[in-house]
C-alpha cells in the first residue's frame, strides 16, 4: 500500500509530524528533513514504500529517512566503493557521502547518500523545504555568466586529481552526474572506473561539446583548450588548472566588489571566562576595509591559558599578514603564507608553553579559522574544529573539516562518518596550535572563487554543536543578502542564539559578507586571448595574451613608394634570402638549440582540492623514511598491532625504517612491523621539545562524551611516554598511516639495517 504523505519521528521526542513541519508539533525541536539519493537495485520500490521499515520512497532513487533522531545501522562490511566515499571525504562540498547501507528482500546492497544535489525540476512533487537547489548542468550552462562559467569548469580541473587517484575520474565524464548548485560544481554519485585511468583528452571531448553554449568571451579560447586537451598537450591537471586560473585572473577586472564584516565574541552564560578570541575586536563592523581578515580562535589549558594561547594566535596572524603586500602575491604564495601564519603563531604558544614549563593538559593551545577576502576570492584557513560556513542563497555549506577523532577515522576509511560520531571521544582533537612543534602541525588551506553575492560565517564550536548553524541561516544569515538586516544585528542575535540554544561555551562569531557585481562598462569585453597555447613545460602551459587595441589605427594610404627607394628595399630583400640559405646548417641548428624558452609563472594553486601522492606498495624488505613535509599524521609506534596500551614514541622526522612483518588485523586494517634504522642528529639532542600533538595512529578510549571545548586527546592514553624514539627500536603501525608519511627509497638509499631481498627470512613474504 502506498501512503500519500510521510510522517517524521521526532529527534527529541518521537512524536509523528507531518513531513511538511518544520519543527515538531509537540516540543518545538527542528524536524531534519533527510533526503536521501539511493545507489543500487531500488528500481521494484514504489512511492510510498518502505526501504529497511525506515527509509520512505519519495521519488525514483530518492527516499526520506523518517526516524532521523536515530542512529543509523552500522556496516559490517565495508566494500571498494564505499571506501573510495570516505577516503574523499575532504571534498564534501563537491561530492555526496554516504549514510547508510541497507540490504533489500534478496540481499543486495543499496548505498544511501546524504546531501546530494537532488534537483527539485527532477522532483516536482517532493517537499521544496528538504531539497536543494541543485540544477542539471545542461540547464545551467548556458545561463551563466562567464566568470561562473569558468568558475564550475575551475573546480571541475580540481577535482580531476584526487578522483583519479580513488578510480573514479569517470565520474566527470557523464553528464547525467554533473550538477551546479549557485556557484558549487557538485557529483550526483561516484561511479568507479572500468577499464582504465581516463585520460584529460576525454574531458577535452566533453567540455567541446559545450563550447557552443559558453559566453562569447571565452568561446575561442575554450574551443582552443579543448583541442590542445584532446592532442594531449595538457598532460595534468596541474597545468589544466593553471590555465583555468589565468582566465579567471583576467575576468577580475570586469567585477567591482564589496566587502563588508562583523565580529562578536561573547562569554556565555556558564563560562567564568572568555576563552575566545577574534579580530577584529568584539564589537568591529567595517566596510571594504584595507585587509579584509577575520580570525576566530577558541583556547583550551590551564589557569587562563585558553584565552592567552587564543590572544597570541590572533596577534601573532594579523602582525605576519599585516607585513606582507598581499595584493602583490599569486594564490599559491598566498596560501603558503598563510600557512607559515598559522605555524608562527603555533610556534609563540608551544614556545609559552615550554617557558612556562606546561605539561600535558596543562599546556594552553587553540583552534584557528581566519578568512581573508580578496576581490573574487576568498581563502579559508583552520585549525581544529572551529568552522567555516559558506552560505548563498542556494544553500549554507560548512567548508572546513573538523580535525577531531571522528573525521579522521572516515578520511583514512575505516568506519562511515555518522558511525564514527558515536565511539568514543570521537569529538577529541587530534591537532591544535600550541600543543606541539610546528612540523607537525597540518593546517588546512583553502581558496574559493566567488561569482555571487554570499557570507562566510565563521564560528567557534560555541554556536556550531547542535547543528544550530543549519538550524538557523536561513532566518538569521540569509537575510544579509537580501539588505534584510545588517552585519551588526546579524552576529548578535546569533550569540545571542547560542546562548540560549547551547549556552555550555564561550562563542564568537565573524561574518563576511561578499557583494559582487558585473561592472556594465566591459561586460562585453572579451577574454582577450590569443589563439595559441605554447607547450612551455611538463607542468606549465603558456598562453600568449592579445589586448584589444585601445586606439583605432588610420586608414594606410595606398601612395607608392619612390622609385629608387623601393629598388633599394628589393635588393636588401633579396640579399637577405641568399643570406639564409647560404648560412650553415650547424649554425642554424645551433640557433635552434639556444632559442630562449618563454618565461611564465608556476601553476596556480588549487584548492580546497591538494594534491594526494601516489601510495607506495610496502614489501617486507623495504626501507622508507619519514618525511619532514607530511600529511599532518605524526608516525607513533604501538608495541602490538591494534593495541592502545603499549606505545613505543614518536618516530623522528628523517628517520630511516625497514619493514620486518606485515599482517592484517580483522576490522582495524593492516599493520606494519618496522624497525628505526637511523635517525638524524638532532633528534637525539636533549633541547628538542616532546612531541605533544595527538598521533593519528591511536584513537582516543578514555571518555564516550563529546570533548570539552578546545581539548586535545592525549597521545598516549595510558601513560606511555612521549618520547621521540631511537636507532634499533621497532614496533607496529598501520600501513596507511605509515605510507601517507614517509617515502620509499630506492635500492641505492640502502640504511644502515637495510638487508637484501635474499637476506629475508623464508618465512616472510617479499
Not at 501512503?3 to 516540543?27: D, I, K
Not at 582504465?196 to 582552443?224: D, K, R, S
Not at 546569533?494 to 561578499?514: F, Q, S
Amino acid at each position: 500500500m502506498q501512503n500519500a504523505t510521510a510522517t517524521l519521528h521526532c529527534p527529541n521526542c518521537q512524536t509523528l509530524n507531518p513531513e511538511s513541519h518544520r519543527f515538531c508539533q509537540q516540543c518545538r525541536t527542528l524536524l531534519p528533513k533527510r533526503y536521501l539519493w539511493a545507489v543500487g537495485p531500488v528500481d521494484a520500490y514504489k512511492i510510498g514504500d518502505f526501504l529497511a521499515g525506515r527509509y520512505w520512497v519519495k521519488g525514483e532513487r530518492v527516499l526520506l529517512d523518517t526516524q532521523p533522531g536515530l542512529p543509523v545501522d552500522n556496516a559490517t562490511y565495508l566494500s571498494e566503493t564505499v571506501e573510495t566515499y570516505l577516503k574523499l571525504f575532504p571534498y564534501r562540498l563537491h561530492i555526496p557521502q554516504v549514510y547508510t547501507l541497507v540490504a533489500d528482500a534478496g540481499h543486495n546492497e543499496i548505498l544511501l547518500l546524504e546531501q546530494a544535489p537532488i534537483s527539485r525540476e527532477d522532483y516536482p512533487r517532493t517537499v521544496e523545504a528538504g531539497l536543494g537547489a541543485a540544477v542539471a548542468w545542461e540547464r545551467a550552462w548556458p545561463e551563466a555568466t562567464t566568470l561562473r562559467q569558468l568558475n564550475w569548469l575551475w573546480q571541475m580541473a580540481q577535482l580531476w586529481q584526487p578522483l583519479s587517484s580513488q578510480g573514479v575520474a569517470s565520474s566527470l565524464l557523464q553528464p547525467e552526474l554533473l550538477r551546479v548548485e549557485g556557484s558549487i560544481f557538485r557529483l550526483l554519485e561516484l561511479r568507479l572506473d572500468q577499464r582504465q585511468e581516463p585520460a584529460l583528452a576525454q574531458l577535452g571531448q566533453l567540455w567541446l561539446q559545450w563550447v557552443p553554449a559558453a559566453q562569447a568571451a571565452i568561446t575561442a579560447p575554450l574551443e582552443q583548450l579543448c583541442q590542445q586537451m584532446i592532442q594531449g598537450q595538457y598532460r595534468t591537471a596541474e597545468q589544466l588548472v593553471a590555465q583555468l586560473d589565468q582566465w579567471l585572473q583576467r575576468t577580475r577586472q570586469w567585477h567591482t566588489y564589496h566587502i563588508g564584516i562583523a565580529s562578536r565574541t561573547d562569554q556565555g552564560p556558564t563560562r567564568k571566562r572568555n576563552e575566545d578570541a577574534c579580530y577584529p575586536p568584539d564589537g568591529t563592523v567595517a566596510s571594504d576595509p584595507p585587509q579584509a581578515l577575520m580570525i576566530v580562535c577558541d583556547g583550551v589549558g590551564g589557569h587562563a591559558g585558553g584565552a592567552l594561547a587564543a590572544s597570541l594566535a590572533t596577534e601573532e596572524i594579523r602582525c605576519h599578514l599585516k607585513s606582507l603586500e598581499i595584493e602583490a602575491l599569486d594564490p599559491r604564495t598566498l596560501m603558503s603564507e598563510l600557512e607559515t601564519a598559522a605555524c608562527h603563531a603555533n610556534d609563540e604558544i608551544s614556545h609559552r608553553n615550554d617557558t612556562e614549563q606546561r605539561q600535558d593538559r596543562q599546556r594552553m593551545g587553540t583552534t584557528l579559522v581566519m578568512a581573508l577576502a580578496l576581490a573574487h576570492e576568498i581563502y579559508i584557513a583552520h585549525v581544529g574544529d572551529s568552522r567555516a560556513y559558506w552560505i548563498t542563497r542556494t544553500g549554507c555549506y560548512q567548508v572546513t573539516l573538523d580535525d577531531d577523532v571522528a573525521s579522521r577515522e572516515v578520511r583514512l576509511g575505516y568506519t562511515l562518518y555518522r558511525e564514527a560520531l558515536t565511539q568514543p571521544a570521537s569529538g577529541a582533537l587530534v591537532q591544535a596550535l600550541g600543543m606541539g612543534n610546528s612540523t607537525l602541525l597540518r593546517p588546512t588551506v583553502q581558496r574559493f572563487v566567488l561569482d555571487e553575492d554570499c557570507v562566510f560565517l565563521l564560528c567557534s564550536d560555541g554556536l556550531s554543536d547542535y547543528d544550530r548553524v543549519e538550524e538557523c541561516w536561513e532566518t538569521e544569515i540569509l537575510p544579509i543578502l537580501e539588505g534584510g538586516v545588517d552585519l551588526a544585528t546579524a552576529s548578535q542575535r546569533l550569540i545571542e542564539l547560542a546562548n540560549r540554544k547551547n549556552g555550555h561555551d564561550n562563542v564568537t562569531v565573524g561574518l563576511v559578507h561578499c557583494q559582487i557585481a558585473q561592472s556594465p562598462t566591459v561586460s562585453s569585453k572579451p577574454l582577450g586571448l590569443a589563439d595559441t597555447v605554447h607547450q612551455a613545460s611538463d607542468s606549465t602551459v603558456l598562453v600568449a595574451a592579445a589586448e584589444p587595441a585601445k586606439t583605432q589605427l588610420p586608414k594606410p594610404s595606398h601612395r607608392s613608394l619612390p622609385k629608387p627607394l623601393l629598388i633599394l628595399c628589393l635588393f636588401s630583400a633579396l640579399s637577405g634570402l641568399l643570406a639564409y640559405w647560404f648560412v650553415s646548417p650547424s649554425w642554424r641548428q645551433y640557433q635552434a638549440d639556444n632559442r630562449p624558452t618563454p618565461i611564465s609563472n608556476p601553476p596556480l594553486p588549487v584548492s580546497p582540492i591538494p594534491n594526494t601522492p601516489p601510495v607506495p606498495m610496502l614489501v617486507v624488505g623495504s626501507r622508507l623514511r619519514i618525511n619532514a613535509a607530511g600529511t599532518g599524521t605524526s608516525a607513533t609506534l604501538l608495541g602490538q598491532p591494534a593495541s592502545n596500551s603499549a606505545v613505543q614514541g614518536v618516530i623522528p622526522t628523517g628517520s630511516v625504517l625497514q619493514v620486518l612483518k606485515k599482517q592484517t588485523v580483522p576490522n582495524r586494517g593492516n599493520w606494519l612491523q618496522v624497525k628505526v634504522c637511523s635517525t638524524p642528529p638532532t633528534s637525539s639532542q636533549p633541547s628538542s621539545p616532546p612531541v605533544t600533538t595527538a598521533s593519528p595512529t591511536i584513537a582516543p578510549t578514555s571518555s564516550a562524551e563529546r570533548r570539552p571545548s578546545g581539548s586535545v586527546s592525549p597521545q598516549n592514553p595510558k601513560g606511555a611516554p612521549n618520547r621521540l624514539l631511537t636507532t634499533g627500536t621497532s614496533g607496529w603501525i598501520r600501513e596507511p598511516d605509515i605510507t601517507l608519511a614517509a617515502t620509499v627509497l630506492r635500492p641505492d638509499q640502502l640504511s644502515s639495517c637495510a638487508t637484501s631481498p635474499t637476506s629475508r627470512p623464508s618465512n616472510q613474504p617479499g
